[in-house]
């Protein structure tokens, strides 16, 4: 099992570039999520999906689109990237809601020049 | 509104215990998480504790929840260099929505 993974580990980008992030999870779980972590700050969640087909809006949804086209996969894209979008973004994977235990990829480091 | 709040730095020597605090604002959080992060890494769910318990152990962890103050707390029984990494407090009302402090760094001293 490798649980979950994301690609790329890092990226450099320049203003109004665009990009996707991709997560991937083997776990069979319906629930995924997208969370951005910024130096001094909690978690935010971006956006989530609750299964296959399906994505919802999180706490900081601007500037970023999602796709939940198959059950394993959960896409993050950056239409044109900005500066205020450099962070460190996490997805996260859980079996059925937030309450269960989620499981997070290693992270993926994007600055945004 | 809905915050966490958690120290964000604190050093023990190893061998020692180590507490890590947190305070929430949201009265009807129904649970209650401590996260780590090691460098490099995701977070990894460590404990967490259900709104109507006061206190949970597990091993080397102990978890106490004092309702009325909303004050979380971590100890960490022995401490060892391992255990060096970012801890994560967190809240959930319910919904989607977590709510995670900024983290604590904690430092183990050899």
């Known amino acids: 099992n490798a649980g979950v993974t994301q690609t790329p580990k890092f990226r450099v980008l320049k203003t109004g570039q665009s990009m996707t992030l991709l997560c991937a999870q083997d776990?069979?779980?319906?629930?995924m999520y997208w969370y951005r972590q910024d130096p001094g700050m909690g978690l935010r969640l971006i956006h989530y999906?609750?299964?296959?087909?399906?994505?919802a809006k999180g706490e900081v949804p601007d500037g970023y689109n999602v796709s939940r086209l198959k059950k394993q996969n959960f896409l993050l894209g950056l239409e044109s990237a900005a500066p205020s979008q450099t962070s460190v973004y996490f997805c996260?994977?859980?079996?059925?809601?937030?309450?269960?235990?989620?499981?997070f990829g290693p992270g993926t480091r994007l600055l945004v020049l | 509104g809905e915050d966490v709040e958690q120290s964000l730095f604190l050093s023990v020597r190893e061998g020692d215990s180590s507490v890590i605090n947190c305070t929430y604002t949201?009265?009807?959080?129904?649970?209650l998480y401590w996260y780590k992060q090691e460098p490099g890494a995701g977070l990894q769910l460590l404990t967490y504790?259900?709104?109507?318990?006061d206190m949970k152990q597990d091993q080397r962890l102990t978890v106490l929840l004092n309702k009325k103050d909303k004050h979380l707390s971590l100890r960490i029984a022995d401490t060892q260099t391992g255990d060096s990494a970012i801890y994560f407090c967190?809240?959930?009302?319910?919904?989607?929505?977590?709510?995670f402090g900024a983290g604590t760094r904690l430092f183990v001293k050899a």
């Open positions: 996260a994977s859980s079996y059925r809601g937030v309450r269960e235990t989620q499981y």
């Open positions: 776990m069979n779980h319906e629930y």
């Open positions: 999906s609750v299964g296959e087909g399906t994505t």
């Open positions: 949201d009265s009807s959080s129904t649970y």
């Open positions: 504790i259900f709104s109507n318990m």
């Open positions: 967190a809240e959930n009302t319910g919904g989607f929505k977590t709510i």
